[in-house]
């Protein structure tokens, strides 16, 4: 057992991540999502869309950290919203401040010269490698991070039970593992030929959610 | 995890890893705390209502003369505190910055505390140097502290219209704060609050540390709390 992984995986570690919904807030709001069942909609749509972007990513930065900058370019090609570039890169900056103190390491170091923070998925790869974790291992937290985020966001938005949005979680853990399975195998290639599926309607209410005076989460 | 707390034996086969370097530090600044090389952090916590903003407001219209200030607010609701201190023109726009905490300030002055220091990265790179750095929390409950990642100091803000018991009660915020204000005095007769009880109970709670009696009603320019910081730096 991989102890690093878990650390890395762990809802609590400090990375940035309570403050943003992955789109669920905008969604609830917009009454796309209510209960359990749009819930899990919800959470289907995301993990194969940007999900598999993400934790492919993921993968490709942590088998080539040297390359992060050029990986970072191509997931920017890949995120047409500003909105959720920007949070996107929030969150990878946050990622790095824990990792500076947690895993420091020369590709730590590079990475804390981008201010404006590396893309998430990239910065995670970049930070699973200083872990000691695998490619694989980083499409995995990726993947499900995709999923355990906006879950929890459900938690506190919708009032829903977190023993049934838990078993929710649970019961997507196949699909899950095949996402990080399908991102660890696209990782192998040249980072041009990452994964680019998109998620036209998470691109729109993010710009739409960024707009509103009075919100709870960042994205 | 903290660097110092990581030794361990190796063992032959696990994997390769990296460990903290004792000297690593991802908010490099505060290593130069009290050095006058950067701003006094300062957080501001308390109980919904007790009055954080109108302190806020107060100090920076006190002190935006000469001192260099800026603002961070941790709101529910995004930018309530931020526009408010907008509205009332006591600072500038570009010294004020809202983070937004996903429905829980306490998590993001406490136990994550990233979005802060990037608010406060960002105007520190955008302003040049500061004295003071005002970090408001949004109003929580009376188990909401800051962690010292984060701030130098805290200011923890109730006020008497919330019972004169609140001290009594204590919580981290009433005794371990470094100044605790109780806020609203002229309130005291309309609410029946005994302050000699308040003060009694506060000191009780809090040993040596100081608290402050304020009616930013009748002193808004928060004289007691201004000192204060101005003691510190
Ligand atoms: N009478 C009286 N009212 C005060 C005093 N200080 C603040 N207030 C009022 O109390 C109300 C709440 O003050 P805020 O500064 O918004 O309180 P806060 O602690 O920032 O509130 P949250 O951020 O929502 O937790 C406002 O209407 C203020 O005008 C005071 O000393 N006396
Ligand atoms: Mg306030």
Redesign the interface.
Same mark, same amino acid.
């Not at chain 1, 940035?16 to 919904?21: E, P, T, V």
């Given at each position: 057992m991989?102890a690093?992984l878990l650390?890395l995986a762990d809802g /609590?570690f !400090? @990375?940035?991540?309570? &403050?943003? @919904?992955g789109g669920l807030e905008a969604a609830v709001v917009r009454k796309r999502v209510s209960d359990l069942d749009s819930l899990r909609r919800f959470l289907i749509g995301r993990l194969y869309t940007s999900g598999l972007v993400g934790a492919a990513f993921a993968a490709a930065a942590c088998a080539d950290p040297g390359s992060m900058d050029g990986i970072d370019e191509e997931l920017d090609a890949r995120t047409p919203s500003p909105a959720l570039r920007l949070a996107s890169r /929030?969150q990878g +900056?946050?990622l %790095?401040?824990?990792a500076? =103190? =947690? %895993? !420091?390491?020369p590709h730590v170091t590079k990475a804390?010269a981008v +201010?404006k923070g590396l893309h998430q998925p990239v910065a995670l790869g970049v930070v699973a490698e200083?872990?000691?974790c695998t490619p694989g291992e980083s499409a995995a937290i990726s993947a499900y991070h995709a999923v355990s985020g906006p879950a929890s966001?459900a938690v +506190?938005?919708l009032g829903l039970d977190p023993y049934q949005v838990h078993g929710l979680i649970a019961a997507l853990g196949d699909d899950i593992d095949r996402v990080a399975q399908a991102a660890t195998e696209a990782a192998r290639g040249p980072a041009a030929d990452l994964p680019a599926a998109s998620s036209p309607l998470l691109d729109v209410s993010a710009e739409d959610h960024a707009a509103w005076? =009075? +919100?709870?989460? &960042?994205s | 995890m903290h660097p110092d707390d990581h030794g361990h034996e190796h063992g032959p086969d696990e994997t390769p890893h990296t460990h903290p370097h004792p000297d690593v530090d991802p908010h490099a600044p505060l290593a130069e705390s009290g050095t006058g090389q950067r701003a006094v952090r300062i957080g501001i916590g308390g109980p919904v209502g007790s009055g954080k903003t109108a302190l806020v407001a107060a100090l920076c219209r006190a002190m935006a003369d000469d001192l260099r200030l800026a603002v961070v607010t941790n709101d529910i609701y995004t930018t309530e505190d931020a526009d408010f201190l907008l509205r009332n023109g006591v600072l500038p726009a570009e010294r004020i910055r809202a983070v937004e905490t996903g429905c829980c300030p306490h998590t993001a002055i406490r136990d994550d505390i990233s979005a802060n220091l990037d608010a406060i990265e960002e105007l520190e790179d955008s302003l040049g140097p500061l004295d003071v750095i005002l970090v408001e929390s949004g109003g929580d409950n009376l188990t909401a502290t800051f962690s010292k990642g984060l701030i130098d100091k805290q200011i923890f803000v109730v006020d008497v219209a919330g019972g004169d018991k609140v001290p009594r009660k204590g919580g981290p915020g009433v005794t371990a704060a470094d100044l605790l204000v109780i806020n609203k005095t002229d309130l005291a007769p309309l609410v029946g609050a005994d302050l000699a009880v308040m003060d009694r109970d506060a000191t009780a709670r809090r040993g040596a540390l100081p608290t402050v009696f304020l009616s930013l009603v009748e002193d808004p320019s928060a004289k007691p709390v201004q000192e204060w910081i101005r003691g510190l730096m």
């Open positions: 991989k690093q650390i /609590r !400090p @990375s940035g991540g309570h &403050a943003h @919904s /929030r +900056r946050s %790095w401040r824990a500076a =103190v =947690v %895993w !420091p390491g804390g +201010r200083a872990a000691g966001a +506190r938005l005076e =009075v +919100r709870l989460f &960042a | -």
